[in-house]
């Protein structure tokens, strides 16, 4: 039995946006922002279902679903797999246009309602090492009291997520363990067999129901995924060795410079520090009188 990746942009927006199984949204809702009895999501209807997409209508999609419960609170549920410098201000953004697009012009401001933001981030963010899950709000500095309680976001970063499948004690706790391991097993775990919503995401990433489109798609989006990391990490390796190559020009430059005032010539410069002659007399051009 071999699962897809949850993290896959097809396979995302199957498990959490499509209204077959919208009971595995509500779950994740829940167990995410782990909402008291009497203010759990029971229902929800999605702004953006889930439509099977085509390969040439993936070069700026945002990987997202946005819902609607039965309060009328706007959940946006983002899957963030590369690291993005401008995620929180993205973040930020896609919240509050969430928010005003709630009112047409002249409309009450008493019709606005909460808009909560859950990220999911292959990267690791905030500022505890062991912290998974971080909750922010807007709070006032002195007495952090949260008037302005139209926002909230969740965010759930994956790397700093290290529990073996024995050792998750909660809802949220399997799914990031989902997220995060579904890839790799060879079947359902144990502590999801019971569970009916955990069945059907598992359902879901077996693949055996999706559309010969749906599986080019997923397998496009996972060959690109590969071939962008594949390019960062080319990037970072040029860079560092870059980086490299100038702090070792910068110290010869340097070590070269007081070897020059202490008189030295610049064929025992060169002997000495393993340079060519002509280097050296390149710095010791630059080099002021």
């Given at each position: 039995?071999?699962?897809?990746?949850?993290?896959?942009?097809?396979?995302?927006?199957?498990?959490?946006?499509?209204?077959?199984?919208?009971?595995?949204?509500?779950?994740?809702?829940?167990?995410?922002?782990?909402?008291?009895?009497?203010?759990?999501?029971?229902?929800?209807?999605?702004?953006?279902?889930?439509?099977?997409?085509?390969?040439?209508?993936?070069?700026?999609?945002?990987?997202?679903?946005?819902?609607?419960?039965?309060?009328?609170?706007?959940?946006?549920?983002?899957?963030?797999?590369?690291?993005?410098?401008?995620?929180?201000k993205r973040s930020l953004y896609y919240t509050s246009k969430s928010y005003v697009s709630q009112l047409d012009a002249g409309e009450d401001y008493q019709q606005l309602k909460k808009v909560h933001f859950i990220g999911i981030l292959d990267f690791e963010f905030g500022a505890k090492q062991d912290q998974?899950?971080?909750?922010?709000?807007?709070?006032?500095?002195?007495?952090?009291?949260?008037?302005?309680?139209?926002?909230?976001?969740?965010?759930?970063?994956?790397?700093?997520?290290?529990?073996?499948?024995?050792?998750?004690?909660?809802?949220?706790?399997?799914?990031?363990?989902?997220?995060?391991?579904?890839?790799?097993?060879?079947?359902?775990?144990?502590?999801?067999?019971?569970?009916?919503?955990?069945?059907?995401?598992?359902?879901?990433?077996?693949?055996?129901?999706?559309?010969?489109?749906?599986?080019?798609?997923?397998?496009?989006?996972?060959?690109?995924?590969?071939?962008?990391?594949?390019?960062?990490?080319?990037?970072?390796?040029?860079?560092?060795?870059?980086?490299?190559?100038?702090?070792?020009?910068?110290?010869?430059?340097?070590?070269?410079?007081?070897?020059?005032?202490?008189?030295?010539?610049?064929?025992?410069?060169?002997?000495?520090?393993?340079?060519?002659?002509?280097?050296?007399?390149?710095?010791?051009?630059?080099?002021?009188?």
């Amino acid at each position: 039995m071999k699962f897809a990746d949850p993290r896959n942009d097809i396979a995302f927006k199957k498990i959490f946006g499509d209204a077959q199984h919208k009971e595995v949204l509500i779950h994740f809702i829940n167990a995410a922002l782990d909402f008291p009895e009497g203010a759990k999501v029971v229902d929800v209807s999605f702004t953006n279902p889930y439509q099977p997409p085509k390969i040439e209508d993936l070069k700026e999609t945002i990987l997202d679903v946005t819902a609607t419960d039965q309060k009328n609170r706007t959940f946006i549920v983002e899957m963030q797999v590369q690291r993005d410098v401008y995620f929180a201000k993205r973040s930020l953004y896609y919240t509050s246009k969430s928010y005003v697009s709630q009112l047409d012009a002249g409309e009450d401001y008493q019709q606005l309602k909460k808009v909560h933001f859950i990220g999911i981030l292959d990267f690791e963010f905030g500022a505890k090492q062991d912290q998974y899950v971080s909750n922010h709000l807007i709070l006032d500095v002195d007495t952090k009291e949260n008037r302005l309680n139209d926002f909230a976001f969740c965010f759930i970063a994956l790397p700093k997520f290290h529990k073996t499948v024995d050792q998750l004690n909660n809802a949220v706790d399997k799914w990031i363990y989902f997220f995060k391991h579904a890839s790799k097993l060879e079947g359902v775990p144990e502590p999801y067999q019971r569970d009916p919503v955990f069945r059907t995401a598992f359902e879901v990433v077996q693949q055996y129901g999706w559309s010969k489109q749906e599986r080019d798609v997923y397998d496009y989006v996972s060959i690109r995924r590969g071939r962008e990391l594949s390019q960062i990490r080319t990037a970072k390796e040029e860079g560092e060795r870059i980086g490299l190559e100038k702090g070792e020009k910068r110290l010869a430059h340097k070590v070269t410079s007081q070897l020059i005032a202490r008189g030295m010539s610049d064929e025992e410069i060169a002997q000495i520090l393993d340079l060519g002659v002509e280097e050296v007399a390149a710095i010791r051009r630059s080099v002021p009188a």
